[in-house]
């Protein structure tokens, strides 16, 4: 069992927590009112832009220049990403570009930036994780079993590029080689790190179904 | 009108709901239930592990080496007033020593060690500042209120400390000479941090008053 | 004037010392002993990984997502120019791979790092600036006079490409917009910023010139 | 043998240049020149405000709340050692305040910062153990063999504080903990940065005796 099998493992209730959301399958069934999709896209602009600030700090931190170069490449298309938000779905979904995080989003922005300017770069690299993989198998889950006259048709296609698998295949990879290299107590930090920001996955959806507000 | 009286009135609002809630109110009363002062002293001992760190980053990255030196002495503090929490206080009100942020404590101080580590030192300040300057406010608030009768006595008694108004004292001082050498855009930055950790005031009485736990 | 105009003119003894040096002067005869540009091409793949870095970190600490996509650009493609230098030239002048920084290279990537990552963006981006800038300018003064049967011919070229002069302006235009919204002491602090990064760039070519090596 | 024995045996020619240097022979003899004390009191106050901001990054980046106090104390005893030089031996000495770094402090300055802001806590560690370690050995070593009518006199009594013998102890016992929880790989940054941090202590006292200035 390779590092990143024990750390999928160690979320597998999470996982399940998170494809059983009603978030996860009213997009599924097409049936997602509008009000959240569009609340789930303006924050996920927003995360995306600090997603590329961590990666970043990953780049900068990694001894290995091929890490550095693939950290840069990482950070670079989640900025692209975000462009794509705010040129296509913003515009097809009549989203309003919004400055304001939502609880969900900025615990996990912050959670990202704070460990990887702080932590090693296997903590960091565990932290980033999920929004790669969780991302990629929840993606492929919900575009086998979406319906065809699906509003969010367009949004959903997106998971099934193989660009964004070679990604996570990349990212899995470097997380294996770093916990490779790590003693058991930092191995013990990435598996905390990656079950934390696999919690704040349910909770970016949470968020968006729940069209959660600051209470102050 | 300084530019932290001008955080101030921008908080009014934030600061007014703090002074309002349940959490204040029934300390002040002696009524609070146990539970929920045992959550929050809990919760406030890793917070100060965090705040400390997050002054040693505005330590580590001033300038003027007078504010090198009071940052080093801000960090040391909030680190022994973590101890005493844990040598007095956990044994006196029967608090288990914890090492989960509830999401409250983790929201916050995520974002006060990703501002302090990658935002400039002026937003830095504003960000650590409410911890500083709405505690003592409340601090006395409770304190001028407080019931003799009250359990939770012992604690309360600790704000009336003039060592730590000295110290909310230098921290004003600090964030205006800061504020005055930035400018327009980064004072408008200032002001959100100041805002944004006044908010995370709140919720972190409010996780406390509702025994907040993770959902997943 | 610009206040990249002003740094210029801050920096022009250091400029006119460059264009004076014996490596420069002998690069553009082609009379450049061997050994001086294998010490140069080597010490300057190890300067591109850790610039890379640095252009990681103030993608990190950017507040516009455009700067961040800016630099994760620019981090991007030093690693590329530091492959090719591995790929193309390590080849062509039979230089062999090193990992120990010489002291010019190591005064110089080591201010860049602890720059990017402690100071703010403003002057983390006056830090990195004389590598785009000063290397634009020496290029095209060597690019213009170099006799033809040089035997750093391939090298040359490479200065005469449009892609790297149009990264030159846009990390000016970025500068310079930096600037406009510093205060008078930040302004200070990218001058100096910019200075010692010039005066690092003349050591650079110093150290490959004179062989420099540690002397313990 | 504990990995920092390991240490101290892997820079032992370097400790022995050390000793030989002509700044120490002459500093014991009491026949160094005025000039030379001069230039190192005042580069050493520059070195120690950053000395500062390295140990308040280790405080920053520790994940265990003993050693974040432990580094903000040492943080702070660093700052008021500075003060001290300021206060007591540019007085005694006739010393000029300078704001200018000479080539050794740049260098070890910029090194540490970077280093204890992007490499592992453990990495760090070992970069800042050689101005405890050798700091403490070579003071010994002169403190022993002074003369009595030394002019330098009351600078080198400071080396015989108890004081600053038990900081090293507790240094060294950091080190040893960190190294036992990190990989091989770490471990090898480890050796290599406490290496150059002492390489950079030899070229300090260098620079003082060389009357060191930047050539351009």
Redesign the interface.
Known sequence: MTFTDQLWQDIS??YE?ILKHGFVGELTEGALPTAMFQYYIQQDALYL?DF???L??L?????N?DD??Q???F??NA??V??ALHETYFALYDIQPGTAKM?AC??Y???L??T?????VAVGAAAVLPCFWIYREVGKYIYQRAVRENPYHAWIDTYAGEAFDESVNLMLAITDRLAD??????QG?MRDAFRTSS?LE??FW?DAYTQNR???
């Open positions: 209730p999470i927590s832009a590329s600030r961590a970043s700090l780049a900068a931190r990694s001894v220049t550095v170069l950290f840069t490449q950070a670079q900025i692209l975000e462009r609880p900025f615990a922005t912050n959670f930036l704070a990887t300017s702080l932590q090693s290299a790590a003693g058991a107590f930092e930090l919690q349910w909770y949470n600051w209470l102050v």
